[in-house]
């Protein structure tokens, strides 16, 4: 059997969120069910999902609120927003906030597990042809390594999933909680010593171009340049 897709599915109707949790289970999806914004977003961080399927109108945080949240942490997870808007300024604005589709209800399911695969496929295949630029370096997030002329360097799991959040917010401050919560699963204080290695190992493999920086800000947390 393959692998679950992780869903994370946001909705505050419980008769709605139950068809659309259960339609989903019985097509091989694995789906966290969250009844607000707040939920989805601690969720988010913890269960590192495939895609996320988000109502816009939810108590405690909307949903373009916790897409625009998501964006400065996380560029690739697609964003599906359910809404019973069809104003067209809504979708515009949907896009704007970091969704990649918008799904007006009523909706069948199967037009949603279609859009759903359609976003998946798209990002697994950016992700076979990913090379990302880092100065002089070339990362390559599938392989874990990094390219400077003729070297090729080994990253670890961990060290390459860390320079990855650190590419994808490249001259923003990354917050040192957002870090620990998405790559090490709790911000307790040995995850963030660990984290603090591992960000040398970084800047010591990353050495060969002088323009590149990682930069520790003070009680925040850090920010790469390049």
């Not at 059997?1 to 946001?10: G, H, Q, V, W």
């Not at 104003?87 to 515009?92: K, L």
């Not at 990253?155 to 001259?171: D, V």
Request: proline share 3%; hydrophobic share 40%.
């Amino acid at each position: 059997m393959s692998e679950k897709i992780k869903i994370i599915l946001a909705e505050d109707e419980p008769a709605l969120a139950q068809i659309i949790k259960e339609s989903l289970e019985t097509r091989n999806f694995e789906v966290i069910l969250c009844k607000n914004g707040e939920e989805a977003s601690s969720e988010f961080l913890k269960s590192k999902p495939d895609i996320l399927v988000l109502d816009v109108m939810m108590p405690k945080k909307d949903g373009f609120t916790l897409a625009k949240e998501i964006r400065k942490i996380d560029k690739k997870t697609p964003i599906i927003f359910l809404t019973a808007k069809s104003q067209t300024q809504d979708v515009v604005d949907g896009f704007h906030f970091g969704g990649n589709d918008y799904l007006k209800k009523p909706f069948s399911m199967e037009e949603l597990i279609v859009r759903i695969h359609s976003l998946l496929d798209r990002i697994s295949l950016e992700k076979t042809e990913e090379n990302l630029q880092i100065g002089s370096y070339i990362f390559n997030s599938n392989k874990q390594t990094l390219h400077h002329s003729d070297e090729i360097i080994s990253l670890t799991h961990r060290e390459a999933s860390l320079l990855q959040l650190l590419i994808e917010n490249k001259n923003d401050i990354l917050d040192r909680s957002i870090i620990l919560k998405k790559i090490w699963g709790d911000d307790d204080f040995f995850n963030g010593r660990s984290m603090d290695v591992f960000i040398t190992k970084l800047r010591k493999k990353l050495h060969l171009d002088p323009n590149i920086q990682i930069i520790n800000i003070r009680n925040q947390g850090y920010k790469l340049i390049d």
